[in-house]
């Protein structure tokens, strides 16, 4: 069911690009999305409506969710499903209010500092994925720090669902209702990321766009980078698991599958020193693979080229397969785990031990879920109040502290060729800079 790839005695030199990863060809994706975007640049709403007809066979009236139906959706959610979704929302909130940044002041010279101020982007658009499962737990994600971080507009956007009349899954609404957010769209794919590109008649352009989605949609964000601002391009989800002999079977078998569950290309990749181990995962994944409701999604995941068993000789090589496959989410079930964690520099998010398991980061950790993917982790990282932020320098000098100044930005101007930047310094004195 998972294949194996034997690293013991020495790592391969080209390691990042021998391990399990899967494959999303971007490229291959752009120029249909050039189109669709084209499309919704040109033609607005009406493209829009028309670009879901053909892609989600729904006829929808509008593009936006009438707030009606959002609070409807509210009434009718299970009382168990609300709860969670209630505790869900109060963990993440705390979380992500303590990452708030506060305004620093410097004083460089006398008379003269260097604020850094921190401020929300104007309006954002957050993508929340439809497809083979229903993602409120993504509204959350996007939601929630965006609030935090301040910022004055936000809108949601989610394929619209034939089943549903055109309109988001009614789950992800009560989620929008939950948080306050009253302007929601039934909208998805690259024709949903240039309708807050572009803006329309019924909506506003954004300034920036979050959110995972499938590949049309992380096209589409790459395509627009520029006239708006991304979060990440989104690929298959992924989870590294890197165990020794303390680790429990039953349970990376069952966090293995936990992954697998959410795509036929989704990743999961065990590294351990243990062949015992190793042995012991593959007599589960079988029985506990067949115990779930989509075997067949799960086994496909498990079985192609982007999942596996990397066998190394010990946790120092596995720190530094893991580090190389630079995971979405990694979890560490060894000894001491918290200090192998400590040691770990690329991961989306690292979840310490057997009772932090990544379906906890899911949905109640605080965490957030929305993180890098195919290896983007060892360069960027995920989702938060930070992501909404602009950090401005304020830069505020006396006339005695640019006098100061003047001398040594006059060479330096000069010395790059550009005399014009020491004669702005010197038109605001009445004598001339001498040279140091």
């Not at 530094?320 to 000894?335: C, F, G, M, N, P």
Request: include cysteine; glycine fraction near 8%; charge should be negative.
């Amino acid at each position: 069911m998972i294949s194996r790839i034997d690293m013991r005695g020495s790592l391969p030199a080209n390691l990042r690009d021998v391990l399990p990863r899967a494959e999303l060809d971007i490229e291959a994706a752009l120029e249909k999305v050039r189109t669709i975007c084209e499309d919704v640049r040109h033609r607005g709403a009406a493209a829009v409506r028309e670009l879901t007809a053909r892609f989600d066979g729904v006829e929808i009236a509008s593009t936006r969710v009438p707030r009606e139906e959002i609070t409807k959706a509210l009434t009718v959610l299970d009382p168990r499903v609300r709860a969670a979704l209630e505790e869900a929302i109060t963990r993440t909130r705390k979380v992500h209010r303590d990452q708030r940044r506060t305004e620093t002041t410097t004083q460089v010279v006398p008379g003269g500092t260097v604020t850094e101020r921190w401020i929300p982007v104007d309006r954002v658009g957050l993508y929340v994925p439809g497809g083979r499962a229903v993602y409120p737990s993504s509204v959350i994600m996007n939601v929630v720090p965006a609030q935090e971080a301040g910022v004055a507009s936000l809108a949601v956007t989610s394929p619209a669902q034939k089943e549903f009349g055109g309109l988001p899954h009614p789950t992800i609404l009560a989620a929008c209702a939950l948080l306050g957010v009253e302007e929601v769209y039934a909208v998805g794919g690259a024709q949903a990321v240039a309708m807050f590109a572009y803006g329309t008649e019924e909506c506003e352009p954004v300034t920036l766009v979050t959110g995972p989605g499938n590949i049309w949609v992380t096209a589409a964000k790459r395509l627009l980078k520029g006239v708006i601002g991304i979060d990440a391009e989104a690929g298959p989800t992924e989870i590294a698991i890197l165990a020794d002999a303390t680790a429990d079977p039953r349970h990376v078998a069952a966090d293995l599958i936990s992954q697998a569950e959410h795509d036929v290309i989704a990743a999961a990749v065990l590294v351990t020193d243990s062949v015992e181990l190793a042995e012991a995962v593959e007599r589960e994944l079988p029985g506990q693979v067949a115990a779930t409701k989509h075997s067949e999604r799960i086994t496909e995941a498990l079985s192609g080229r982007q999942s596996g068993i990397v066998l190394v000789s010990g946790i120092d090589d596995g720190l530094k397969v893991v580090d190389a496959y630079a995971a979405e989410h990694l979890e560490i079930q060894t000894a001491d785990a918290a200090a192998v964690a400590a040691r770990v520099r690329n991961a989306g998010a690292i979840f310490v031990g057997p009772w932090s398991p990544v379906s906890l980061g899911d949905y109640l950790a605080g965490s957030n879920h929305v993180l890098p993917t195919g290896g983007c982790a060892c360069h960027s990282g995920g989702l938060s109040v930070q992501s909404f932020l602009r950090g401005v320098h304020v830069v505020d000098y006396t006339r005695q502290a640019l006098a100061e100044a003047a001398a040594h930005v006059s060479v330096l101007a000069d010395s790059e060729d550009l005399p014009a930047h020491g004669a702005a310094i010197r038109a605001r004195f009445d004598w001339e800079v001498p040279n140091q």
